[in-house]
Protein backbone atom coordinates (compact mmCIF):
# COMPACT_ATOMS: atom_id res chain seq x y z
CA UNK A 1 0.00 0.00 0.00
CA UNK A 2 1.31 3.32 -0.81
CA UNK A 3 -0.04 6.26 0.36
CA UNK A 4 0.09 9.93 -1.07
CA UNK A 5 -1.12 13.29 -1.60
CA UNK A 6 -3.50 12.00 -4.16
CA UNK A 7 -5.06 9.27 -2.59
CA UNK A 8 -4.14 5.23 -2.05
CA UNK A 9 -2.83 2.92 -4.49
CA UNK A 10 -2.48 -0.88 -3.50
CA UNK A 11 -0.13 -3.09 -6.07
CA UNK A 12 0.60 -6.70 -5.19
CA UNK A 13 3.91 -5.51 -7.27
CA UNK A 14 3.39 -8.50 -10.42
CA UNK A 15 2.15 -5.22 -12.20
CA UNK A 16 -1.41 -5.08 -11.10
CA UNK A 17 -2.47 -1.48 -9.27
CA UNK A 18 -5.65 -0.36 -7.61
CA UNK A 19 -5.83 3.50 -6.59
CA UNK A 20 -8.28 4.98 -4.42
CA UNK A 21 -9.68 8.90 -4.46
CA UNK A 22 -12.35 9.91 -2.37
CA UNK A 23 -14.04 12.72 -3.85
CA UNK A 24 -12.70 16.37 -4.03
CA UNK A 25 -12.62 19.54 -5.15
CA UNK A 26 -10.59 21.24 -8.26
CA UNK A 27 -10.23 23.94 -10.15
CA UNK A 28 -11.76 23.63 -13.83
CA UNK A 29 -10.95 24.81 -17.15
CA UNK A 30 -14.18 25.12 -18.79
CA UNK A 31 -14.30 25.68 -22.96
CA UNK A 32 -14.68 29.53 -22.83
CA UNK A 33 -11.65 29.62 -21.11
CA UNK A 34 -13.36 30.73 -17.25
CA UNK A 35 -11.96 28.33 -14.34
CA UNK A 36 -14.25 27.15 -11.86
CA UNK A 37 -14.41 25.07 -9.01
CA UNK A 38 -15.71 21.65 -9.57
CA UNK A 39 -16.83 18.82 -7.33
CA UNK A 40 -14.77 15.55 -8.62
CA UNK A 41 -16.09 12.49 -8.03
CA UNK A 42 -13.90 9.62 -6.42
CA UNK A 43 -14.33 5.94 -6.31
CA UNK A 44 -14.22 5.14 -2.44
CA UNK A 45 -15.29 6.06 1.06
CA UNK A 46 -12.11 7.82 1.95
CA UNK A 47 -12.82 10.95 3.66
CA UNK A 48 -9.52 12.21 2.77
CA UNK A 49 -7.08 11.86 -0.23
CA UNK A 50 -3.83 13.14 1.73
CA UNK A 51 -2.72 9.60 3.43
CA UNK A 52 -0.77 10.64 6.33
CA UNK A 53 -0.46 7.02 7.60
CA UNK A 54 -1.36 3.13 7.41
CA UNK A 55 -1.36 0.29 9.20
CA UNK A 56 -2.59 -3.23 8.62
CA UNK A 57 -3.31 -6.22 10.91
CA UNK A 58 -1.53 -8.89 11.98
CA UNK A 59 -3.28 -10.95 9.86
CA UNK A 60 -3.35 -8.36 6.45
CA UNK A 61 -6.89 -8.31 5.75
CA UNK A 62 -7.33 -4.88 7.53
CA UNK A 63 -5.71 -1.55 6.31
CA UNK A 64 -5.92 1.42 8.11
CA UNK A 65 -5.76 4.57 6.71
CA UNK A 66 -4.93 7.88 8.30
CA UNK A 67 -5.95 11.00 5.89
CA UNK A 68 -5.99 14.56 6.49
CA UNK A 69 -9.83 14.29 7.05
CA UNK A 70 -10.31 10.64 9.19
CA UNK A 71 -9.90 7.42 9.65
CA UNK A 72 -10.65 5.02 6.40
CA UNK A 73 -10.66 1.10 7.11
CA UNK A 74 -10.29 -1.37 3.95
CA UNK A 75 -11.15 -4.53 4.10
CA UNK A 76 -9.95 -7.38 2.98
CA UNK A 77 -12.38 -8.09 -0.10
CA UNK A 78 -11.79 -4.35 -0.71
CA UNK A 79 -15.20 -2.69 0.93
CA UNK A 80 -14.35 0.18 2.96
CA UNK A 81 -15.61 -0.18 6.46
CA UNK A 82 -18.55 2.41 7.74
CA UNK A 83 -16.44 4.42 10.18
CA UNK A 84 -19.28 6.46 11.83
CA UNK A 85 -20.93 2.64 12.72
CA UNK A 86 -17.34 1.58 13.81
CA UNK A 87 -16.56 4.37 15.96
CA UNK A 88 -18.65 7.28 16.49
CA UNK A 89 -16.60 8.72 19.24
CA UNK A 90 -13.89 9.25 17.11
CA UNK A 91 -14.05 12.99 15.36
CA UNK A 92 -13.19 13.57 11.33
CA UNK A 93 -9.78 14.88 12.35
CA UNK A 94 -6.09 15.37 10.72
CA UNK A 95 -4.83 11.49 11.22
CA UNK A 96 -1.03 11.77 11.63
CA UNK A 97 -0.10 8.46 12.43
CA UNK A 98 -2.25 5.20 12.92
CA UNK A 99 -0.40 1.98 14.49
CA UNK A 100 -1.85 -1.35 15.28
CA UNK A 101 -0.75 -3.67 18.27
CA UNK A 102 -2.11 -6.67 20.21
CA UNK A 103 -5.86 -5.98 17.95
CA UNK A 104 -6.08 -2.52 19.26
CA UNK A 105 -5.47 0.99 17.02
CA UNK A 106 -3.65 4.08 18.14
CA UNK A 107 -4.70 6.80 16.00
CA UNK A 108 -2.93 9.90 16.64
CA UNK A 109 -3.81 13.67 15.69
CA UNK A 110 -2.68 17.03 16.73
CA UNK A 111 -4.92 16.82 19.09
CA UNK A 112 -3.58 13.99 20.99
CA UNK A 113 -3.84 9.94 20.31
CA UNK A 114 -7.03 8.05 20.59
CA UNK A 115 -7.18 4.33 21.20
CA UNK A 116 -9.43 1.62 19.93
CA UNK A 117 -9.58 -0.82 21.72
CA UNK A 118 -10.31 -4.59 19.99
CA UNK A 119 -10.55 -3.19 16.69
CA UNK A 120 -9.94 -6.31 14.31
CA UNK A 121 -12.61 -8.06 15.95
CA UNK A 122 -15.03 -4.83 16.29
CA UNK A 123 -14.59 -4.42 12.18
CA UNK A 124 -15.69 -8.64 11.71
CA UNK A 125 -18.44 -8.30 14.04
CA UNK A 126 -19.49 -4.58 12.41
CA UNK A 127 -19.12 -6.00 8.84
CA UNK A 128 -20.85 -9.44 9.63
CA UNK A 129 -24.12 -7.86 11.32
CA UNK A 130 -24.06 -5.70 7.75
CA UNK A 131 -23.68 -9.09 5.43
CA UNK A 132 -26.63 -10.63 7.82
CA UNK A 133 -28.42 -7.93 7.60
CA UNK A 134 -28.53 -7.37 3.77
CA UNK A 135 -29.27 -11.55 3.70
CA UNK A 136 -32.59 -10.91 4.88
CA UNK A 137 -34.08 -8.19 2.99
Do not use: H
Amino acid sequence: AIGSTCGLTLTDLKGRWETYKSAYEDFVQKGDGSIVKEMIEGNCDMPGNIVNSLAKTDGDEILFVGTDKGLAILLEDKKWADIDLLVPELPKINVTGVAFLNNDLFVSSGGGIYKVKDIGNLVKKVDKEKTNDTETL
